[in-house]
């Protein structure tokens, strides 16, 4: 076979994955525009997500535009692809973060509580908790409803650097209690609190039933389910109704899309890189 036919089974080889994961709905079509929505600044690289149909939220741009990823991104922070911010750790590609945010939205904008309670878990560099709390920060909050942000990690050095990346952000986030940032085990959540939405920023290799208890009815969690270096699903989990001990039966839960994350470890485990992205 020669070079040039060689190259073109290659090719139609990856067209024919590519159309076989789209008919299995593995793959929605705007997540196939991902990874080409970099600017050049902060303001930039929203538009070409929305012009991407990532972002179609007035109030995710909103947010987006003002929490500028040069904050809590050392290098390259207007690039759509995963960076690093140290310990082996990445920051989520920008698109990851507007998915998440454009699914938060609707749930939370429902939701009949008077103050909203959200969890971050895997907070990292705190991009998406500080996006949470601009949403929620008194004394005129975008989504109209103040709230708090409560964000947990394993590694102490990470929660260090997050509070640093929010202070030098917006100090008045953690000043005024709107975002708290704690070390913490994110298979067990926050014991004795009911959230909002929650969202986990690693992949289970099942789901997380603690955190799923810990919803409101209404609430949501987005989570990625799926075995380390294996095939992940990010998944929204809706909580239907309470009850004392666990039930599937009590949650709906619906594919989103594809993506590829490290495995959500308890605090005694091995900790690796992170990778975090629609595949």
């Given amino acids: ?3 040039g036919c060689s190259h073109l089974l290659k090719t139609m080889t990856l067209l024919n994955i ?3 994961l789209l008919s299995l709905s593995i793959i ?3 997540a196939m525009r991902a990874w080409t929505c970099s600017g050049r600044n902060q ?3 929203v538009q070409k997500m929305q012009e991407a149909k990532i972002i179609v939220s007035e109030k995710v741009a909103r947010v987006m535009e003002v929490v500028d990823r040069q904050y809590f991104c050392p290098k390259n922070p207007y690039s759509d692809a995963p960076q690093p911010i140290g310990l082996g750790q990445t ?4 698109h990851m973060h507007a998915h998440v945010l454009e699914e938060m939205l609707t749930s939370l904008q429902q939701s009949p509580s ?3 309670n959200i969890l971050d878990v895997g907070v990292g560099s705190g991009y998406l908790a500080a996006c949470l709390g ?3 920060k008194p004394p005129d909050p975008i989504l109209g409803k103040t709230g708090t942000v409560y964000g947990i990690d394993v590694w102490p050095e990470l929660i260090e650097n997050c509070k640093r990346n929010i202070n030098g952000f917006n100090p008045d986030l953690m000043k005024d209690g709107t975002v708290q940032i704690a070390l913490g085990d994110g298979w067990k959540g926050i014991e004795g609190r009911r959230f909002d939405a929650i969202h986990v920023g690693a992949a289970a290799h099942t789901f997380p039933q603690n955190l799923m ?3 409101k009815i209404g609430g949501i969690l987005i989570v990625p389910v799926g075995p380390d270096g294996g095939v992940q699903i990010l998944y929204k989990v809706e909580k239907l109704q309470e009850a004392s001990q666990f039930d599937e039966r009590n949650f709906v839960i619906q594919e989103l899309l594809g993506v590829r994350y490290v495995p959500l470890i308890h605090p005694q485990q091995p900790r690796g890189g992170t990778c975090t992205k629609a595949v």
């Avoid at 920051?91 to 920008?94: D, K, N, V, Y």
């Fill in 28 to 30: 929605p079509v705007d």
């Fill in 134 to 136: 601009q949403w929620v």
């Fill in 114 to 116: 008077p103050a909203y």
């Fill in 43 to 45: 303001k930039e690289l």
């Fill in 213 to 215: 208890m810990q919803l």
């Fill in 1 to 3: 076979i020669t070079n």
């Fill in 18 to 20: 590519t159309l076989l």
């Fill in 91 to 94: 920051i989520s590609a920008p």
